[in-house]
Structure formats: C-alpha cells, structure tokens
C-alpha cells in the first residue's frame, strides 16, 4: 500500500528474487486501456479524472486473475486493495481458497513529494519504459533510450490530477491500514529512502531470502 508515486511498483519489482508472482492492478487497468475494451474505456475516463476505478470494475478484473490462478506460487499485490469493500472480497477470496496473507507494506510518502515524483515522470508509449526528468531522465531530452519515441507525461500525472489522487488516497485507502494492523499485518517504512535501502530493510524485517534459481 502507498500513496501514488510512494514506489509500490518498483519495490514490488525489487523483490521477484523471492520468486512470487508480480501483480500490479494498474497493469491490470492499462492492459485494458490498450486493448480499448469497454472497461478499459471506463477506466480511461476515470484515470484522466485522477478518480479511483469503481470497485465493481477493479474487482471484476481482480478476481478473473485469481480465481484463474494455476500455481501454487506466492504473489506480491501493487496497488489492491484500495478500498474497504476491495479489502474485505480479498479476504473472502483468501479464506475460501485457504490461503493466508504474510503482511502488509505500507509505504508512506508526503504529499509535496507524491507531486514531485509524477509530475516529472515520463512514459515510452511503445516499451513503457519509465524515465523521470531529475533522478533518471532519458539521454536524449524527450526521446526513449531504447526506441526513440517520443516520451509522453500520463494524463494522471498532472499536478492538479495528482492532488486529486493523493486526497483520494488519504480518504479511502490510507484507512485500510488500520484493517490490516487490526490483523496483525501491517508495517510501515518511510518511502522516502533510496530503493535499494528500502528494499534491504524489508528483507531484514520479514527475514527473507532470495529463492534459489
């Protein structure tokens, strides 16, 4: 759990050497968005709002994955749930196919910050690389490092959208915190720190290790 911009993505990313299965909603949704279904279109009108996407739309995409899940695999969630009614169907979810949630993450991060971070991100329409004009811009200024395209802001990281999100955030899902320490699940890290940092203090807080290949 996070704020936008808070890095639930890239810390999720950091930790596939525990060889669990990567599942970011946001993926979910401009997969979506790209194939231009018609959830992808409601969820296209919503993002550009910097509104959260309905429950019955997230939840429908949400629950195809799991419920069509073939490996026993663990799996790390990005960004679901992010509302109570999300939380409380994942927990029905959990107990019907008796399986257990290990811990929450939360990931705080202040609101002057969240704007800094996405105002300055930039996209690659073609490879979805992700570049951010201060901490990691591309070598040529508004071009892809790879392809070449031209690199696009998201509509959802405008200032304005991403006060709109934040708000969003610290009224419907910042609250789940109090459901997960209710269960004993939560800890909270300042996603402030560097990447690599953050990531070495969630292996020593959860004494994990990496799965051998």
């Known amino acids: 759990m996070g704020s936008p911009g808070a890095g639930k993505g890239t810390l999720a990313a950091n930790l596939r050497t525990l060889n669990a299965e990567h599942v970011s909603s946001g993926d979910l949704f401009r997969r979506e968005m790209k194939r231009n279904t018609p959830v992808g279109i409601a969820i296209r009108k919503t993002m550009k709002r910097g509104e959260l996407v309905p429950d019955h739309l997230t939840l429908g995409l949400m ?25 409380v169907c994942f927990d029905e979810w959990m107990e019907t196919r008796g399986e257990v949630l290990t811990a929450c993450v939360l990931l705080e991060l202040s609101e002057s910050e969240t704007v800094k971070r996405l105002s300055q991100r930039r996209i690659c329409p073609k490879d979805g690389t992700v570049y951010h004009l201060a901490h990691n811009p591309p070598r040529c200024e508004g071009r892809c490092d790879s392809c070449g395209s031209t690199l696009v802001q998201r509509e959802d990281d405008i200032e304005e959208v991403i006060r709109r999100r934040y708000a969003i955030y610290e009224r419907l899902t910042r609250p789940l915190a109090d459901h997960y320490a209710n269960l004993g699940l939560l800890s909270v890290f300042s996603a402030e720190i560097p990447q690599e940092e953050l990531t070495a203090r969630i292996f020593e807080t959860f004494n994990l290790a990496p799965v051998p290949r």
């Open 63 to 87: 629950r195809k994955w799991f419920w069509g899940r073939k490996s026993a695999r663990g799996f790390i969630l990005d960004g679901f749930p992010r509302t109570r009614i999300q939380a």
